[in-house]
């Protein structure tokens, strides 16, 4: 066993979990309720988000598939862009090319120095560009609002679609006080691009987000968000006792906990919908 241990630890780190869910759809995990999906078609495979970038990623997906991988990042937050330098080229929404390799924490710069191709170049994917699998045909739509280059990936055989941090379980984080100049307008986009993804509601039958959970039922999760962004909006809307939960620390501030850096923050929530929010200036 110890042998096992070591031998699978130079291969991966003993890092990456991985299932399937749907027949040629994998979900890899690496403990952080992070989860990047991995649709083999049939000329092509797609790697959507990459974590954190701990290990090696790329050979847990060369386990499930031989095809060429393209790498699509649903925004350029470090935890979806991680892994991307595994591979020479990831693409993404406009704006994540701005901070995809933008890592949080020291260790992650390390991470990132370790992979073949650190300086992996960057390619855009614009709303309504279309990638054929052979047989399957993702679609991309821009969804920005948790992240100015996030988009939504539909795939039109499978009747998935991929989130990101837009619309996630747990919780949907704003970065952003309500007092900051961007703050409504982000809530005004959201709540728009909840209205478009519904507005193609027949053309899929499942979300499935980046962090927390998947398989989502969209009437009901995109119309609670819709309802939610309304409330914020008009001042109606109730916050929680506190932001626990979901990974998610009590107090975000007191715990050390990365998102301290963002200062105390507030849920609200709406149904299956929640929002979390700054709620004071440093
Ligand atoms: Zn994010």
Same mark, same amino acid.
């Given at each position: 066993m110890t042998h096992m241990r070591e031998e699978n630890k130079t291969i991966h780190g003993l890092l990456y979990g991985s299932w399937m869910i749907r027949p040629n759809l994998w979900v890899l995990s690496n403990g952080w309720q992070n989860f990047q999906y991995l649709f083999v078609g049939e000329r092509q495979a797609v790697l959507i988000d990459t974590g954190y970038g701990e290990g090696n990623i790329r050979a847990v997906v060369e386990e499930k598939t031989k095809l060429p991988v393209m790498v699509i990042n649903t925004h350029g937050h470090f935890d979806h862009t991680g892994g991307n330098g595994c591979w020479p080229k990831a693409w993404m929404g406009e704006a994540a090319q701005l901070d995809c390799k933008q890592w949080f924490e020291p260790i992650h710069e390390q991470w990132i120095a370790q992979k /073949? &191709? /650190?300086n992996y170049e960057t390619g855009v994917l614009a709303d309504g560009t279309r990638i054929d699998l052979g047989n399957e045909v993702l679609e991309i739509l821009s969804i920005p609002a948790h992240h100015d280059g996030s988009i939504a990936i539909l795939a039109q055989k499978n009747r998935f679609l991929f989130t990101g941090d837009?619309?996630? +379980?747990g919780q949907v984080l704003m970065?952003? @006080?309500? +007092? #900051?100049? *961007?703050f409504l307008p982000t809530i005004v986009r959201h709540r728009a691009n909840a209205e478009r993804l519904l507005s193609r509601r027949s053309e899929y039958d499942a979300l499935f987000p980046a @962090? *927390?959970? &998947?398989?989502?039922?969209p009437d009901r999760y995109l119309s609670d968000f819709i309802a939610l962004d309304g409330e914020i909006l008009n001042g109606t809307a109730q916050a929680q006792p #506190?932001?626990?939960?979901f990974n998610f620390p009590a107090d975000a501030v007191a715990s050390g906990s990365v998102f301290g850096a963002y200062g105390r923050q507030i849920r609200v929530c709406h149904g299956a919908a929640s929002i979390v929010y700054r709620d004071d200036l440093d």
């Amino acid at each position: 066993m110890t042998h096992m241990r070591e031998e699978n630890k130079t291969i991966h780190g003993l890092l990456y979990g991985s299932w399937m869910i749907r027949p040629n759809l994998w979900v890899l995990s690496n403990g952080w309720q992070n989860f990047q999906y991995l649709f083999v078609g049939e000329r092509q495979a797609v790697l959507i988000d990459t974590g954190y970038g701990e290990g090696n990623i790329r050979a847990v997906v060369e386990e499930k598939t031989k095809l060429p991988v393209m790498v699509i990042n649903t925004h350029g937050h470090f935890d979806h862009t991680g892994g991307n330098g595994c591979w020479p080229k990831a693409w993404m929404g406009e704006a994540a090319q701005l901070d995809c390799k933008q890592w949080f924490e020291p260790i992650h710069e390390q991470w990132i120095a370790q992979k /073949p &191709y /650190p300086n992996y170049e960057t390619g855009v994917l614009a709303d309504g560009t279309r990638i054929d699998l052979g047989n399957e045909v993702l679609e991309i739509l821009s969804i920005p609002a948790h992240h100015d280059g996030s988009i939504a990936i539909l795939a039109q055989k499978n009747r998935f679609l991929f989130t990101g941090d837009e619309f996630e +379980s747990g919780q949907v984080l704003m970065l952003l @006080h309500r +007092s #900051d100049p *961007n703050f409504l307008p982000t809530i005004v986009r959201h709540r728009a691009n909840a209205e478009r993804l519904l507005s193609r509601r027949s053309e899929y039958d499942a979300l499935f987000p980046a @962090h *927390n959970g &998947y398989l989502l039922d969209p009437d009901r999760y995109l119309s609670d968000f819709i309802a939610l962004d309304g409330e914020i909006l008009n001042g109606t809307a109730q916050a929680q006792p #506190d932001t626990a939960g979901f990974n998610f620390p009590a107090d975000a501030v007191a715990s050390g906990s990365v998102f301290g850096a963002y200062g105390r923050q507030i849920r609200v929530c709406h149904g299956a919908a929640s929002i979390v929010y700054r709620d004071d200036l440093d």
